[in-house]
Nanobody, 127 residues
Framework: QVQLVESGGGLVQAGDSLRLSCAAS????????MGWFRQAPGKERDFVAT????????YYADSMKGRFTISRDNAKNTVYLQMNSLKPEDTAVYYC????????????????????WGQGTQVTVSS
């Protein structure tokens, strides 16, 4: 399994931007589809975005479309989540996750589909 470490979280004001990073170990990063999820206190873990193994295809939860952008750099074994126009309701722990999915065209939007998870990074948006 791949090891994942998120970074880039913090405390920001509404309307600000943040870029989260997720660094993966190993030499097979390009065989994984990657996803971002988030979990607010007292709530379930929700899907945010996913990107396929090559970076050529992405899919977002409806509430993130137009504000969040997922990308990846396979040479750096890293996936990113650019978050713009942040709102207080975006406050949560953000997790990245990986699933082996080379050449797959399927969108992985459910947490149970992912086999590897990072420890999470806290994002807090003040009003």
């Amino acid at each position: 399994q791949v090891q994942l470490v998120e970074s880039g979280g913090g405390l920001v004001q509404a309307g600000d931007s943040l870029r989260l990073s997720c660094a993966a170990s190993g030499r097979t990063f390009s065989t994984y589809a990657m996803g971002w999820f988030r979990q607010a206190p007292g709530k379930e873990r929700d899907f945010v975005a996913t990107i396929n193994w090559s970076g050529g295809d992405t899919y977002y939860a409806d509430s993130m479309k137009g504000r969040f952008t997922i990308s990846r750099d396979n040479a750096k074994n890293t996936v990113y989540l650019q978050m713009n126009s942040l709102k207080p309701e975006d406050t949560a722990v953000y997790y990245c996750a990986a699933v082996v999915a080379r050449y797959s065209r399927y969108y992985y939007t459910e947490s149970y589909q992912y086999s590897s998870w990072g420890q999470g990074t806290q994002v807090t948006v003040s009003s």
